[in-house]
C-alpha cells in the first residue's frame, strides 16, 4: 500500500457514542446496571467507557437537546443468554426472544434514552 494510501486508509473504530437525553439517568445505567467502568466523565455532556481490547463506547447530550435514537451497539459477552437474565435481573430491559444465528447469539436491549444495544455472543469465539 502506497504511503498515501495508509495514511488516509481506516483502521478500526475509536469510539461508538449514543446520544442521550439525561447523560447523569444514562452514565448511571451503564455503570450501575451495565457494570461498565467510565474511563472519562464529561460532567451533563456525558463520558466515556473503554474496554480492553481497545474499543470506547460513549454516551454525549448534545448542548441544543438534540437527540435522536442511536443505532446499534453489539457489546461483546461469552454468553449471551446467561447475560441477558443478568441484566434482566438488575433492571435492564432486554426482550425474552434470544436470536440464535449461524454465527453468533444475541439478546436485544434498550437503554434508559431509548436506544439499542444488543449482547452479542460470537460463534467461535473472537477473532
Known sequence: MAATTQA???RGID??????????RAKKFYTEVMGLKMT??????????????GTTFGLYKMDDGTWSASGWVLFNVDDARAAADYYRSKGAKIVEHIEDT?????????DTEGNNFILHQRKGGRD
Open 102 to 110: 449461524p454465527v453468533c447469539v444475541m439478546a436485544f436491549g434498550e
Open 40 to 53: 472519562q466523565d464529561y460532567g451533563p455532556s456525558g463520558g466515556e467507557f473503554a474496554f480492553g481490547d
Open 15 to 24: 469510539i461508538a457514542t449514543y446520544l442521550v437525553k439525561d447523560a447523569e
Open 8 to 10: 488516509v486508509a481506516i
